[in-house]
């Protein structure tokens, strides 16, 4: 993939996956049922998720993280490739199982999602990536899949120096299950230029249901030099630094499928305020923008370029 004219380059280090979507008449409650009425095979995982989002906008999408060379291995790189982004480091793993999850998509955008991990995902090691990664990057974007690796990049982002994103876009506890220990995390948050999670992130790491004061607890503790973004659903989302916080809200629009809906919001948050140096409003009123219009259509990814955004976002606003 060839870089486009003056954009910026993101590497991405985390979930590498293909989705199996189940679109049904409701979630099921315990020991409840469901009707599935269509089974749809799709690349996604979080971090190509948005590198495809951020491809399309118009900067330079590069992904890393591990794969098999499984059936599931084969398609994801090959869908990756076809939807703009640079596989050259993407590492594939011989005789390996590939990350693949099960998508529960209800009416009204509601979901659940549950993951199968294989033994990929979670095991890139630093030394399966060539020392120059960095150099030509500038944002590298991660949610600590896989740690080691994760913390790898990290480190020699901050030596170039460039910023570095942290997405927890899984609890601590959860994470701990996938083998992501909590003294890994907390050396991720303290290489962290700016974090992001949603409001289940926050209260696990405060026991502060308010996400709005959790936000500031961990703000406070870990001093990222630009803050801390909670991503609210369909309360829209808030971004607290120094200067103080700010929120945008989210666009009144009827969601079809909200998976990736986040995925989206930080990668709109990338191009705008890291790509094209927009001030922390202007970014996130873009983010926003970008995430519900992936709410207005099925599947993780979404394929939309700048200019249709603003157009979107003139017409609601």
Known sequence: MQKKSNSKNVLAMGTVAMDIVMECTALPKEDGFGYIEKETLLPGGSSANLLVALHNLGAGAYQTGKIGDDEYG???RKTLVEDGVDDTYLVTKAGGSTLHTYIMAAPNGKHAIFASLGDCVTNLEAKDLPNDIIDKMDV????????????HLAQKALRKPIPVLYNMQCVPSFMETCGVHRSEIEQMLGLTSLFASGRDGYHEMTGEKDYQKAMSIVYEKYKMPLGVI??????????????????????PVEAVDSTGAGDCFLAGLIYSYFCKGKTRAEAMNFAAALASLKCLQKGPRLRTDAKAVKSFMNTYR
């Open 74 to 76: 084969k398609l994801f």
């Open 140 to 151: 590298f974007y991660t949610d600590m899949f896989s740690a080691r690796a994760s913390l």
């Open 230 to 251: 909670c991503t609210a659903g369909d309360e829209g989302a808030a971004w607290l630094n120094e200067e103080g916080m700010i929120f945008t809200k989210a666009y």
